[in-house]
């Protein structure tokens, strides 16, 4: 909800425009990552995933781009709507034995009409 | 839609009272997962279950336990709430063998 929010960075855009969300992983062993996106009051809704093995990989209006040398994850969302306004995070699970992903804090992007 | 209800969905209760989240799946998912979402934190994972009376502790179980009986239903427990528990709960499922979960609706609970 909107407490989660209080202490993100933000990045505005104007409707239209192409958005640029970034993401400092932590874990060189990670293998698989996702992006979500939290819309306030609502769970993290699934966007886009990518696996290590792949650098891009694009969907519809988004890509995600991986730097597994610096451990960097972007997402790029282009002719960005004032519906994709939200809180969007990253996720990474390493490679083991349990599925278990490790959760970023998250990006607020707002987009002005 | 991920075919997952929490409820209640929202909760105001006492210090020291228990309280029991619900967590219900319509897909049979053999992974369920309950986080707790706060601010200047990502989401930090409480208890997972990969199957029927089959449960484990995340990284913030302390005060917490769970429980699952059948394959839809994935309850957590605050046996004596504390205001450090107040949160957002989510539960998440499962779906693919990659890793990538879904997330409910959450539960906000707020212990006066």
């Known amino acids: 909800g909107e407490s989660v929010g209080l202490h993100l960075p933000t990045l505005s855009v104007q409707e239209g425009d192409n958005s640029i969300i970034n993401c400092a992983y932590s874990?060189?062993?990670?293998?698989?990552f996702i992006w979500y996106k939290q819309e306030s009051g609502k769970g993290p809704q699934f966007i886009i995933d990518?696996?290590?093995?792949?650098d891009k990989r694009q969907g519809q209006r988004v890509t995600v781009l991986l730097n597994k040398t610096v451990k960097h994850l972007s997402l790029q969302i282009a002719a960005t709507q004032p519906g994709d306004s939200a809180v969007y995070f990253c996720a990474e699970k390493m490679d083991t034995g349990f599925q278990k992903l490790v959760f970023g804090t998250g990006t607020r992007l707002l987009v002005s009409p | 839609d991920a075919g997952i209800t929490q409820s209640p969905r929202h909760k105001v209760t006492e210090t020291g009272t228990p309280v029991t989240l619900r967590c219900h799946q319509t897909e049979n998912h053999r992974y369920m997962y309950w986080y707790r979402q706060d601010p200047g934190h990502g989401l930090r994972l409480i208890h997972y279950?990969?199957?029927?009376?089959?449960?484990d502790k995340g990284e913030v179980s302390d005060g917490y336990s769970v429980s699952r009986s059948k394959t839809e239903d994935f309850l957590l427990t605050l046996e004596s709430a504390t205001s450090s528990q107040t949160s957002v709960y989510f539960c998440?499922?499962?779906?693919?063998?990659?890793?990538?979960?879904?997330f409910g609706p959450g539960t906000r609970l707020t212990v006066t």
């Open positions: 990518i696996r290590s093995n792949m």
């Open positions: 279950s990969y199957g029927v009376k089959d449960t």
């Open positions: 998440a499922i499962q779906k693919g063998g990659m890793g990538e979960q879904y």
């Open positions: 874990n060189s062993a990670s293998d698989y």
